[in-house]
């Protein structure tokens, strides 16, 4: 009987290996020159996020779909540090399994039945709400692997074996993008349904006068001194039309689960053509909120989603968030989940250059959870705080408590426009302390496109 060879890929393997391309493996030029090669610089390239050497080993035309959400999957500065720290530690953790003794690396057409083993991440992404990014990544580690099979084609060119099936790979990147309990990690997608700022100095924030769609001087509308009739504006206000009309369905379900303006217009990158913002319900995770904003460009006359962050879930009782305008030129976004004495509060800080789109600057990260007693009866705190690219701490930096109390305050008391809001009628966090009496801005779906209509 024959006998049966599986490979088992490693790290330390893959790294072998990957010192040998041009040695025992057959690799020349870059190019895998057996089927074997391309399985193995496949792997590597998964573990590891390698986008261009991934991307490389397809036959795919880079001007299609299917390249374009690969190359958004595997960019990691699309997602917050920590989001990405989990995905790089789920990536890092796959192995595959697959018969060599059954590929014909003599013939151009080679199908090899594959099975990925990927650590189970799912509940931690999704019920581990306190552990943190170093826990969730720790526990990880040790995860039980969840088996994927698919059959991979490859066909032999001239740059060596390439993956013809490649859309089924996608599978393996689910991963990637998901929501994680406490993190922001969802990727800006083409589909929102489906995360040096400057010193921020204390003040005493004052509740603002209610909001009037139709005031031309309202934050969610044009000042009287832009260019509201220009061809630019015209058109972005069709494009933008076409936009909510799309996800309207998605955005009223949020009017009606959280009794909210939903939507608004606001020149973020100063261009005098404002942005379009909106809250729907999030086709990618079922009943939770994502917050959209799209910008459009004069010069190419397209729009763009340059932002997409999940906020909430509907009917949560412990959950509570926020979207705000600092009054210096800030877009904030707030989660928290606080239950029994113990919180997890995430803060997302965006900001745009003039007539640039919004780009992420800072994030605030703390978990709260109660003391306990050690072995010698003192108490001990399992809180875990972090800062990035806010106040003083340009890198990611942990800090105390109070320290980011500081901070958290800081942020807060700088608020000039709060644009939406709902914080929990049972519990008191200091975002709900500082901004609950602020009037929101925004208007209702209805009300926009009546506005885009003008």
Partial sequence: ?????????????????????????????GNPST??????????????????????LLMIDKGSSVYREYDEILDLDAYTTDAAKCYKTV?????TKYDESSIDSKSDIVKVKVTFLIPSW???????MFSGPDGICAKLEKADKNKTEMTLRLIKTKDGYKIKNHEELMEIFDFVGYEIAGLSGEPYESDPTESEPSEPQPTNPQPTKPADPTDPTDPTEPSETEDVT????????????????????????????????????????????????????????????????YTFNPNTKKTSLVLVETLTQAGSDISEFFVSRTKDGHLVTYRGYLSDGSSIL??????????????????????????????????VSANVCTLTGVDKYKEHTSVSLEEYRRVEKDVLSSTDILISASFQKNATSPAKELLGNYNQSGCSCAELLNILNM
């Fill in 91 to 95: 990536a890092s953790g796959i192995e």
């Fill in 122 to 128: 799912k509940d931690l992404f999704e019920d581990d």
């Fill in 346 to 379: 995430t803060y997302n800080l965006y900001a745009s250059a003039d007539k640039s789109p919004l780009t992420f600057t800072g994030n605030m990260f703390c978990t709260i959870t109660p003391s306990f007693k050690d072995s010698e009866g003192k108490d």
């Fill in 1 to 29: 009987m024959r006998s049966v060879k599986y490979m088992m890929i490693s790290l330390l393997m893959v790294l072998a290996l990957s010192l040998q391309l041009t040695g025992c493996l057959g690799i020349t030029n």
């Fill in 230 to 293: 220009g061809p630019s504006r015209v058109t972005a206000y069709s494009e933008y039309k076409k936009i909510i009309e799309e996800y309207k369905s998605d955005i009223e379900w949020y009017e009606k689960t959280f009794n909210k303006h939903s939507c608004g217009l606001t020149d973020f990158n100063n261009d005098n053509v404002p942005e379009l913002f909106f809250f729907a319900k999030s086709k990618y995770s079922e009943n939770y909120v994502n917050f959209c904003v």
């Fill in 35 to 56: 089927p074997n090669d391309t399985l193995i610089s496949l792997m590597a390239s998964v573990r590891n996020f390698q986008k261009d050497e991934f991307l490389g």
